[in-house]
């Protein structure tokens, strides 16, 4: 159950766990309704990305269609109209993650670009023989962009150790931290073992260390609330596409404090005071990491797609995806062979597994063919499959349209993958 | 279960699958590549002996894998000892036909012993499944990188 104290305060308005329907949630999303090779869709694959709710389709259509233009240039209707709804989206994403500004909200196209960004802007700065720490059940993009660092400016790159049920180990994290820390990037939900980080402690011990922290938010913003105040992160990122919004829009939100001291990432158009061959000016945070024209309806999508969520309520969705889980660590765990990977006692509604003798790239053709789309491989965390002695597993990730019947219609078709391979 | 699965896993795969031949590391081995697929991670490392005729003499394999790409690895294994260079990479570029091209058939071959094409013939089955081909094919990936003196080869 997704139950760390951050994904745990209510909701100003959502609405109670009992009125969740998730048959009505269902009818919202159209992609549902579809079949695969005859079978109903049983679509177990939002941890890599999630499905759209027509509430996201449409707002995304009726901007193309009734009101597109470029944002922060026109002296016209359409782009002083768009430009205002495209800010307010940023506004929704400060309340969303409870920031105390607006002006603390970065568009990025992804938490990949976000780390990247944190990685220049501020690692840029950091020296050789200084220190970042990540965990081991990082996903790539949170590994390389420091490696990358390292590269560049020769920091130690430390790697926090988690334990055999895949939870994060606090006392070997805390003995990692020396005065040389300079910042702290870790994940909140572990996208393979669902495992979700102490994060308000690693925080605080962070703090006392004097480092900064970074935290990868692609799996928790979608299964609970996140308070980046309460939490007092540093840095916080997350992306659109996991959240039933589109793809190619996320966002980083940064301290404004930090922000302000820190300088652009990427140069272009959008992101200047003033241009001159002798010296340009940038423009203040967030606009000064926002080279180029944005995906200004991307933003729009993002936008819808947080106010379907809060619509919804993130409490009931929490509540929801807890039962999911419950039932599918249970229903799962009765099939012969089949182990789970990530057994931590704070968990997101994702379930990593493997069956004896049987490879998850066998498993995913079988069950594909049943209708079943789960993701197989390494799932962009190489060192925490080596941590596993595994190759690859299979992971079944659910989300708010998923139903305990769609988990059985999972655990059946493993049945077939095991009949085939007798 | 259904028709294309039973393509796919037909009983020799599922055999080379569970029971991969020639999984070992010659000590006569005089050329070797590592095979990688990037997309699941999969390894496979693939030894070769040859002769001083040019002839392959043995032929071996280390690596885990789907069935699909260990089934594929362990017999290649089988068809290609006592093969020259040429003859090993004719029977990859007819093999690769094999896996992708739907009107493939036997007699569009260039290699000349059709036997071996015959019982390479039970993975064409990955036809039906794209993403699969690349596990059909790694092994065969890494030996001609072996052939060209090493290293190591993708999928990608």
């Known amino acids: 159950m997704a139950t760390a104290e951050t994904l745990r305060t209510p909701a100003a308005g959502s609405n109670s766990v009992q009125a969740f329907d998730v048959d009505r949630v269902r009818a919202d999303f159209p992609i549902l309704k579809e ?60 309340t969303f993650l409870n920031a105390a500004s607006d002006q603390e909200i970065v568009f990025t196209r992804s938490i990949t670009e976000a780390i990247n960004l944190v990685a220049h802007s501020y690692g840029n700065r950091l020296a050789a023989g200084d220190e970042v720490i990540i965990s081991e059940m990082e996903h790539h993009a949170n590994i390389v962009p420091w490696q990358l660092l390292r590269d560049r400016v020769g920091i130690d790159l430390k790697v926090a150790p988690i334990a055999d049920d895949g939870s994060f180990r606090l006392d070997a994290y805390a003995a990692l931290l020396t005065p040389k820390t300079r910042l702290v990037a870790i994940t909140h939900t572990s996208n393979v073992l669902g495992t979700v980080t102490p994060l308000k402690e690693i925080i605080r011990l962070a703090h006392k260390a004097g480092a900064r922290v970074l935290v990868d938010g692609a799996q928790s913003v979608v299964h609970g609330k996140v308070d ?50 002798a010296g340009t000016s940038y423009a203040d945070p967030p606009h000064r990491f926002e080279a180029g024209t944005p995906p ?66 066998d498993i995913g053709t079988i069950v594909d063919r049943e209708g079943v789309a789960i993701r197989v491989g390494h799932h962009c965390a190489q060192p925490l499959m080596q941590r596993f002695g595994l190759p690859a597993t299979a992971r079944a990730s659910m989300g708010l349209y998923n139903t305990p019947q769609e988990i059985d219609v999972l655990a059946k078709a493993l049945i077939k993958v095991q009949e085939i391979f007798g | 279960m259904q028709d294309v699965l039973r393509d796919l896993y037909q009983e020799v ?100 012993d059709q036997e071996a094409l015959e019982r390479l013939q039970v993975l064409s089955g990955v036809r039906a499944f794209p993403v ?25």
């Not at chain 1, 309806?297 to 995806?321: R, S």
């Not at chain 2, 690349?134 to 290293?151: E, R, V």
């Open chain 1, 296 to 361: 200004i309806v991307e933003a729009i999508g993002l936008g819808a797609a947080i106010d379907y969520v809060n619509g919804i309520g993130q409490d009931a969705i929490a509540a929801h995806e807890a039962g999911l889980l419950a039932y599918a660590t249970e229903r799962l765990g009765q099939v012969e062979g089949l182990r789970i990977i990530g057994t931590a006692k704070e968990k997101a509604s994702i379930v990593s597994f493997t069956l004896d003798g049987i490879h998850p790239h």
């Open chain 2, 132 to 156: 699969r081909v690349k596990c059909a094919t790694l092994a065969w990936h890494a030996m001609t990188s072996a052939l060209d003196g090493g290293g190591s080869a993708t999928t990608e």
């Open chain 1, 35 to 94: 079949h695969v090779h005859g079978k109903p869709l049983v679509y177990l694959d939002s941890g890599a990305s999630a499905q759209k709710p027509t509430a996201v389709l449409d707002a995304m259509d009726a901007v193309y269609r009734h009101g597109y233009a470029n944002v922060h240039r026109g002296a016209y209707y359409f782009s002083q109209h768009l430009t205002d709804r495209y800010e307010g989206v940023r506004a929704t994403i400060a």
């Open chain 2, 13 to 112: 795969i599922l055999d080379h699958g569970k029971h991969p031949r020639n999984l070992r590391h010659p000590a006569g081995a005089n050329r070797s590549a590592r095979g990688y697929n990037p997309l699941c991670g999969d390894q496979v490392t693939v030894y070769l002996e040859i002769d001083d005729r040019g002839r392959i003499r043995d032929v071996a394999f280390e690596g885990k894998g789907c069935a699909i790409s260990v089934a594929s690895a362990s017999m290649m294994t089988e068809v290609l000892r006592g093969r020259t260079e040429v003859e090993a990479r004719q029977l990859f570029d007819d093999f690769h036909r094999l896996c992708t091209e739907t009107d493939f058939t036997l007699d569009q071959a260039a290699t000349e």
């Open chain 1, 228 to 277: 980046v105040r309460d939490l007092d992160a540093d840095f916080y990122a997350f992306t659109g596409h996991k959240l039933y919004g589109p793809t190619a829009i996320g966002a980083l939100y940064g301290k404004a404090e930090l922000l302000q001291d820190m300088p652009p990432f990427m140069g272009g158009g959008d992101m200047i005071r003033s241009v001159s061959f």
